[in-house]
């Protein structure tokens, strides 16, 4: 079913018009008509996360004014021309990674650099034009996305379909925070039966690294953080062992824990210069180190590489979105949702009005919550 009618709809939105400043809930978006491969998406849920708190202050780079929101579900409710592999009514899930399935990139199992991503910092659309529009000039959306929109446009590419009995404000955490968590630990990693992992930063991304890493099958799981109520919730997804970096040197602790070998693989989800040179200096001989977090452009590492790295035999591999192919992996976390393998709905601990966004923020940036997610009218 192809709808071929096309209209201008108007949205109410969170709104980022400068680095550094509270986001402002704007209700006279105006969303113009998906153009080629493009879909209009009715927004059910977004999930709030640290990279949207990341643009807000600076470390994602992106241009103001724009949308917000890279994490969400919907209903899409109009196909452009050309897409004949969704259709009105189909429930998806929102990719912030386009993933065309014919690339280079695509054709290798690395969906995740697809090729047709290149135009994500300008804020617009695959074609570099912008579909959000207000009295006051045109508006970008983050990430091809904009969650933080009751409705959106979209590539159609940008969408996976999932079975209308998926709760969406649940489905909404796949797209981001959980896909790159787990995908982190099920797919970036080499996690064996019976290994020694351990996490530094236990926000929601962490935390979907912690129970990615549990269901890899890895039993010795250490979760790191400076914040108490983040490794309670860590103990909840897996962790069977917490460390508060502000009591002493986390390193010191791991190697404590893991026979003084170090971790057999370890993450890094926060993106400082610091914890990612401690997630390295704890993996042990022969060992991996995941980079999951995003740093500031300007951070750079202290590290001697031979000792480091030549004859330690230590791999440290970057991460980017969970070493993903999201139509193959979005059905699979389905899956192990239903199964009761993977917790979603505990991820949620607030749901919130578009209009709580900045409150939201704060919550994250305090380790109050998991996620908070908004749900849409």
């Given amino acids: 079913m192809t709808d071929t009618t096309h209209t201008t709809g108007t949205a109410r939105a969170a709104v980022l018009n400068a680095v550094d400043t509270p986001l402002q809930i704007r209700d006279d978006i105006s969303v113009a008509a998906p153009k080629e491969g493009e879909v209009r998406v009715k927004m059910a849920a977004s999930g709030v996360c640290h990279s949207d708190l990341s643009v807000q202050n600076g470390t994602i780079p992106l241009a103001t004014p724009l ?88 590539p159609a590419i940008s969408t996976v379909k999932i079975p209308d009995d998926v709760p969406l404000k649940v489905a909404a955490l796949i797209g981001c925070g959980v896909l790159t968590g787990v995908g982190a630990a099920m797919n970036t990693a080499n996690i064996r039966q019976g290994d020694a992992v351990a996490v530094i930063g236990c926000g929601g991304v962490g935390l979907n690294v912690i129970q990615g890493a549990r269901i890899a099958g890895a039993t010795t799981i250490i979760a790191i953080d400076m914040f108490d109520s983040k490794l309670e919730m860590a103990k ?110 505990e991820l949620i601990s607030r749901e919130i009005d578009v209009a709580d966004v900045n409150e939201a923020f704060e919550a994250m940036a305090s380790g109050e919550v998991a996620r908070s997610v908004i749900v849409h009218d």
């Fill in 236 to 345: 909840e997804f897996g962790a069977t062992e917490v460390v508060n970096a502000g009591d002493g040197d986390p390193v010191a602790k791991v190697m404590e824990l893991t026979g003084g070998r170090g971790a057999d693989v370890s993450f890094e989800v926060i993106g400082l210069g610091p914890t990612i040179e401690q997630a390295i200096n704890m993996a042990r001989s022969g060992g991996e180190v995941v980079l999951v977090g995003v740093p500031r452009l300007e951070v750079m590492l202290n590290l001697n590489a031979a000792f480091t790295f030549l004859y330690t035999a230590k791999t440290v591999k970057g991460c980017w979105y969970g070493s993903a192919n999201v139509d193959r992996d979005v059905p699979k976390l389905i899956e192990l949702y239903q199964k009761g393998e993977l917790k979603l709905d």
């Fill in 67 to 154: 949308v917000l929101g890279h994490e969400g579900a919907g209903v899409i409710t109009e196909v452009g021309p050309g897409v004949t592999d969704r259709a009105v009514g189909d429930h998806v899930v929102l990719s912030f990674v386009p993933q065309c399935g014919e690339c280079y990139f695509c054709t290798r199992d690395q969906g995740y650099l697809c090729e047709k991503g290149g135009a994500v910092s300008l804020g617009g659309l695959i074609d570099g034009t912008k579909r959000f529009s207000t009295p006051d000039g045109e508006l970008g959306q983050m990430a091809y996305c904009g969650t933080f929109s009751n409705e959106s446009i979209v």
